[in-house]
């Protein structure tokens, strides 16, 4: 990753580190003073040029217009927060997409116990996949340089069925293709408001029928590789799939992968930036369970699939800039953690609320449907090919936790002072990092940075906006993301180590030294 392609959509790092920029108003003088200290010798993951990524619904490519090479706004939101990012396609809707390669085939009959209940939330009737899809899927991956991970139906779907689209988009994507992925959070069949599989139904059935249809998918591709589970939310399934399915698969699994969503259900009051922006002790205690199993087993994982708040997210709380501190917050703590790849999901809201049984419970009121169907309230990027596409916050959050892309993350010491406060150190080939991010909402910190070892003057990039509730005015870098100006394009101050460093509530600093 060279500085200019990842760090950037224009400009040099000599430009930003020369010019400067007036400081935004920050906080008044009683700032709590913190200290922060970085390990250099201990490393505790590197990450990946790849690990980044966006997660949409499979059912997203029924309309072959949006997901194209010619599809340049889109495009260059995709490429402006990385050249090597990874797309998931799957999601609900995953599980009643079928596969239509001529128009006198016929929808299978659907079969799914939860449609016409009241509180089933999967999708209430099916979406046809074309082969011009993924056709034109493929020029949109070589124009973003992204390749893809592609989900195929486990929960209505049968194996020779998802043998036969395998087979189709092996041969479209080529090496576009990083793997398929067999269902969409199984653990949660039996559920009651999912309905795809009876109550008895648990992990034993899922692996059996997972491996038929990898099996039926390898008969017609022999070269096809595979991810899963692909989990809802159990670590447990995680771990028991790394462990039985491995034997199973050999070198055809290449990585195992789960969800995770922070609040929910949106319609909650309990779904609100103070609590987002808590540290959430489940983080921790689910990687510490997959990781160990993931290494013995020569496996990476990712979290395919994860956003502020399930079921389209919340307006207000999803959209705003409390929702980029907190992804560029769990971006970096999955990668300390060992996470080798991050995808958030996203989308317009009819799509999403077509995925979730024709509902959007993140909405407050009319003026929030009508915004949600440029893009659903957790959605990273929002629009449409007629009105343009334009950044959502958190955007600006996955752009700043890209910038430590192909580093080596280091264990930090931070004495916070009591400031809901976190830190985040790296080192690569293109130099080092540090990101501090203060997710408090009442207190300011004042960060002593003299005990960090061969760390001279840095460019120093800031993510903020008027309030942790605000869905405008957000910037990294001191600007906004606009396609009407080339994009983005950000000034830098530069820091020197031997003075505190005021990191305002509600905000980030990053720090990056060539």
Known sequence: MSLDRRQFCGASFATLVASGFAAPALADQAAVKARLRIVPDEELHRLPASYAGFSIELSTLEDP????????????????????????????????????????????????????????????????????????????????????????????????????????????????LRYFQIGNEPDFYREGNNRLRPSNWGFDDYLREWVAIADAISARVPQARFGGPDVGSSADWVVRFARQAKPAMGDRLVELSGHYYAEGPPDSADANIANLLKTDPKIAERMAAIMPVARKAGLAFRMSETNSCFRGGKAGMSDALAAALWGMDYMLELGSRGCSGINFHGGAGNVISAALGGRMPGARNASDLAKAQLGSFYSPVAGNRTVGYRARPLLYGMMAAEQFAGASLQRTVLDTGGVNLTAYAGSGPNGKRIAIINKDLTKDALVDLTSVPDFARAALWRLAGPSPSSTLGVTLGDEEVSPSRSLWAPRANTSSLDKPLLVPRASAALLLQA
């Not at 069925?161 to 479209?172: K, L, Q, R, S, T």
């Open 65 to 176: 217009t949006i997901y194209t090479g010619t599809n340049r706004g889109l495009i260059d939101l995709f490429r402006c927060l990385s050249h090597d990012g990874i797309l998931r396609i799957g999601g609900n809707s995953s599980e009643f997409c079928w596969w239509k390669p001529a128009d006198d085939r016929q929808p299978p009959k659907l079969a799914a116990a939860g449609i016409g209940q009241a509180d089933n939330w999967m999708p209430q009737s099916l979406h046809a996949i074309t082969p011009p899809a993924i056709r034109n899927l493929r020029t949109f991956l070589d124009a973003t340089g992204w390749t893809c991970i592609y989900g195929l139906n486990l929960g209505t779907g049968a194996p020779p069925i998802d043998a036969e689209e395998a087979a189709f988009v092996a041969g479209a994507l080529g090496p576009k």
